[in-house]
């Protein structure tokens, strides 16, 4: 699962935006922004806009998806 997960996310930069986090969990803008903001991964902002580190999103994800299949 983690490395299918890895191999996924190659292509996005190594820096996410809500977008790429849209694109990834395959939802709409309103549902990534909360999520961005509800602390369950580290979000870094520049400027206005929020970030995340890929690994630290993947993390997330998996042990997301580890947690819900239990």
Known sequence: MEEEMLKALESYP???DVTHI???LMVGQAVAYNESNSGNFPVMKVGRQLRVAKPLFAK???ES???SSV
């Open 14 to 16: 190594p820096l996410l």
């Open 22 to 24: 849209q694109e990834i």
């Open 65 to 67: 998806s580890t947690y």
């Open 60 to 62: 997330y994800i998996i």
